[in-house]
């Protein structure tokens, strides 16, 4: 009785592993992995957003602290080096 009882738990564990394994292989993250052409494709994909995210990044903060360079035009060495760099950026 107590073997019987063992039994239906390890049969109703291996079905509640089945059924997750089943879940896991439906989901869309496992399925571009499955193939090579889509998983190139995404991270592909990926690798130009990273990179236009990554050069919108630097332009918008090197703007920022070249504008906020520009304003200290009363310090000598920062005030000539800032005009310096404006004067690039504008060209």
Do not use: C
Not at 28 to 40: A, P
Not at 61 to 77: G, T
């Amino acid at each position: 009785m107590v073997n019987d009882s063992r039994v239906d738990h390890i049969l109703l564990s291996m079905q509640r592993i089945e059924n997750e394994l089943e879940r896991v292989n439906s989901h869309k993250f496992v399925k571009i992995h499955n193939s090579i052409y889509q998983l190139l494709t995404f991270y592909f994909l990926k690798g130009i957003v990273f990179g236009l995210g990554s050069v919108l990044g630097a332009t918008i903060v090197v703007s920022i602290v070249a504008y906020v360079l520009s304003q200290f035009e009363f310090v000598p060495i920062v005030g000539e080096w800032a005009k310096l760099v404006v004067e690039e950026m504008q060209k």
